[in-house]
């Protein structure tokens, strides 16, 4: 079978899983020319098999040798298709791993779910015997509550509407894109899929059932950015959402304290992944931000930033290096006030005959292709791929 990439809007409809393979081994190339690091031996990666979640993974194991036991909701093969990238980036990074002598567990199934909770508490228990770090890198737009209530985040402003050029990849144009104000309901729920609540029932259920190490961390992650995207984000549902996360790392910080622990948010900068790419208008300023971040040497993909944060800001020589509100400032280079006037002065004058020239889509493109196995280099996509023999592959 020869597979050639289905994009409907922003969202892959379709991976390439051999690429997938490749785009894994590029992270883990990256880790490791950048260098080892003393990171924490034993971690629990919630939303482990892509964007901010795998690369986490990837630079805990390969640059710090960490044992891992990684969580996520993927689709393996059935009649429907070939399964989705994650479910493959999982496969490929627990063989990866394991040639090295690491551990690498994979857990498939609801993160949200009291169920998965008690089985990933049991797989503690028999192969790692405790944690000492916790990565949240969940993104979801539905939430089964513990009493079998759906829950479903959106992404709305608050206040006005907004809107403006968004981008469309499958036709690799600009489409007006607006966002509506949300209703009370819609932010409360927004809050309850994408905030710290069930942050918080994980480490309470982890400390309960002793599965936490004296001096273990928590983070999640998290996005400010600047104020010109403040009607997309920080006062977005989505913004009250991460707002909730801050004040919850507060809670389970209290929560740690008697093992000597903290829990920390790390505010990320903006990237290329399959949650973002979905975020109406965002990917805008994303494209002129890529463009000006690489013209001026400072640019980041998911795997350097993840690689920075463990090895420089979280265990690196100064420890936890936070801000005045406990956030780890990992969009430090992205909020420099000389990348955001050139952002800003950019970002008036695109249209969709000109995009291309002003900032760096190409590049976001090329990125959301590698995150479903496309267009990454050293794959022969003429080849066909053996689908009987991936099917046997088990995460
Ligand atoms: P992603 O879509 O690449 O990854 C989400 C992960 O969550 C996947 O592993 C997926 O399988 C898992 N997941 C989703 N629902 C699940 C469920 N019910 N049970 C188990 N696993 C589930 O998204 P991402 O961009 O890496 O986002 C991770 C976090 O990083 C989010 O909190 C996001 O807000 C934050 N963040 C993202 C950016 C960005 O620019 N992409 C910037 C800053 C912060
Ligand atoms: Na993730």
New binding site residues.
Partial sequence: MIIHPQIQGCVARNCHPIGCRAAVQQQIASVKAAGPFNGPRRVLV??????????SRIALTFGAGADTL?????RGPSDKGLG?A?WY?NIWFRQAAEQEGRIAINL??????DA?RQQAIDCIRQQLGQVDLVV?????G???LPDGRQVRSVLKTTGQPFSGWGLDLEQDTLVQQSLSPATPEEIRDTVTV?GGEDWQLWLQALQQADCLAPGVQTV????IGPESTYPLYRDGT?GY??EH?HATAETINLQLAELGGHAWV???????????AYIPV?PVY?GLLMGVMKERGVHEG?IEQMQRLFAAKMYGPHGVVADGNRLIR??DHELDPAIQSAVSALWPKVTPDNFHALGDFAGLRQDFME?NGFELPGVDYGAPVDVASLTELLP
């Fill in positions: 919630l939303g482990a098999s892509s964007g901010f979640g795998l690369a990684g969580i996520s909701f993927e989705s994650g980036n498939i199934g609801d993160a949200f779910s998965l949240y890198s969940l993104a979801s539905l939430r089964v994408m999640a992650y998290s996005y989505i959402a991460k996360l790390s505010v990320c900068k903006a990237l290329v992944t399959k949650a973002s965002l994303l998911c990992m969009d995150l």
